[in-house]
Structure formats: C-alpha cells, structure tokens
C-alpha cells in the first residue's frame, strides 16, 4: 500500500509539472483558456482587446500577424493573472487571413461583427456558437472554399452579402428560428444546392440568391410576406420556369419573357403578395386585376 501511495505521488508530481510547463491551451472543467503576451496576442497569434471593466474580451485585429490552419478561439483569456472571458469577435478581426482553413469559435462569444471572416478564401468549416444570434454583413464574405457551415439554433437574421460569393458552399440548414435573409446573402454561392426555409421566415431580401445556378427546387413557407427584386434570378429554378407570370406559394414573383403587347394579368384569387420589381420593365402591360386577398 506504502509503495502504491509513493507511485501515485510522483505520478500526480510529474503530471502537475507537466501542466505548469505547457503554454498552449490551459484546460479546466469548463473552459478553454490561453495567455497573452504583452501585445495581447495569444499562443497562435490571435490578438485581442481587454475591458478592464467587465473582465471581457474580444478577438481584434489579426492582419498585422500570420494567422494559418485550424485555429481554436478560447473561451479566457488571461494577462498578468487576470482572466477576460470572449465575447465578441470585432469587425474585420480575420480579414484577409487566406492561409486559415478551419475555426472553431466558443459559446461565450456572442456577438460576430461585420466582415469578420471576409476573404478567407482557405476556411473550409466554421461551427458558430450558440448564442449568437444574427450574421452581420459581409462575415463570410469571399470565403470561396467555405463548405461547412453550421448555424445554430437561436439564429434570426442574417444581414447582407453574409455568405457573399462563397462559391464551394453545397448546402445551408437554416435554424426555424430565423426570421430574414438579406439582400445579396448568398450570392454567387454557385454550388449551393440545398436550401430550406423555416416556417418562421419573413422577409428575403433582393438578390439573397442571385446566380445560384444549381438550385432546382424552391419552397417558399406561408410566413414570407416580402421577397426583394431578383431574389431568385438565374438560379437553375428560375430557369426551369416557363415564359409567364411565376408564382412562389401566394406571392407573384416576377414575369419572365417577353410580354405580348396589351397584356391584361389577373391574379389568382389566392394572391397575398407582388415581389418587388415583380413586373418590372413590362412595358406591354395595360392592367392588372387583383383579387380581395
């Protein structure tokens, strides 16, 4: 028993120096943790930016330094023993960091601010945490090898040109939780595939999908009450449609074609809402009978 307890005591002594000796990631039983130098830049060269205050922290700028690889954002971060949780990623923090490949981000972040992530044009997978709640302009934007992406559940809006011109991207599982998709959302996504609209939708905005070229099917949910001009142009959808009036659920999307001159339309009896710029440039067109609905 005596030489047992001596074991275990040199084992739990070599494994504490161990601990104390290693620099990289400090793990606790609940979160993952790394120091900063004197520049505030941790051990991958991540820099951020320390309120005394609130004893918060957020991921700034990175251009100045060569962020590359897998990255792990942690949840603290600790200068002169002091601890600052992460909560925010700032605006532009990786802009432009192309040799990056793949972020993982923590769940005390709750805020991603505008073109965090734009042009990162290595990033593969990036796995959101689960309290942010809205993507904000340009976060992905130019990410052009991005594939996976995973939302999580609380999302609700996702502000313009958010995935902007990520062109590798299949598919996107969007949260039943989000509400709307701004304009030029996902533009140029031109391997998007796959996309599902919640049953909470509301509003998508101009362009969201402009030259989507292989998406085939569309559904849109009964809760979307506004649809901006070209939402859907040259998708692989909109090719398929007849010369006409193009119907989405209850709302008249647009007219494709040319239209005969003297056109009178009347719109199905069920008709809730005209698309904007739903009959835009049709110069044949004489009236339009619209029912009660």
Wanted: aromatic share 10%; proline share 4%.
């Amino acid at each position: 028993m005596r030489k047992f307890c001596k074991l275990l005591s040199i084992f739990l002594l070599v494994l504490f120096s161990f601990v104390n000796t290693v620099p990289f990631f400090v793990m606790s039983a609940s979160a993952l943790s790394d120091k900063l130098d004197a520049n505030n830049t941790d051990t991958q060269g991540i820099i951020f930016t320390l309120n005394e205050k609130t004893s918060t922290s957020a991921v700034s700028d990175t251009t100045s330094v060569t962020i590359s690889g897998n990255i792990v954002i942690p949840d603290i971060v600790t200068k002169n023993g002091k601890q600052y949780r992460v909560t925010e990623i700032e605006a532009y923090a990786f802009y432009n960091c192309t040799s990056l490949t793949e972020v993982v981000i923590p769940d005390s972040v709750i805020v991603i601010e505008d073109a965090a992530f734009r042009n990162c044009s290595s990033i593969t997978k990036i796995t959101l945490p689960k309290n942010v709640r809205i993507i904000e302009e340009e976060t992905f934007y130019d990410c052009t090898s991005l594939k996976t992406v995973n939302l999580p559940a609380g999302i609700t809006d996702i502000y313009d040109k958010a995935f902007f011109n990520c062109e590798s991207l299949p598919s996107i599982i969007l949260p039943e939780s989000t509400l709307k998709i701004g304009t030029d959302a996902f533009k140029y996504c031109d391997n998007l595939e796959e996309i599902t609209f919640p049953e909470r939708l509301t509003e998508i905005g101009g362009n969201a999908f402009y030259n989507c070229k292989k998406i085939s099917q569309i559904s849109i949910p009964n809760s979307v009450i506004s649809i901006g001009r070209n939402a859907f142009l040259n998708t692989g959808w909109y090719k398929n449609q007849p010369d006409g009036l193009i119907y989405l659920n209850k709302i008249v999307y647009k007219y494709k074609g040319t239209m005969p001159a003297n056109t009178t339309i009347t719109l199905k009896n069920d008709t809730k809402i005209i698309a904007d710029e739903a009959f835009s440039r049709c110069r044949s067109l004489i009236s339009i009978k619209m029912p009660d609905s």
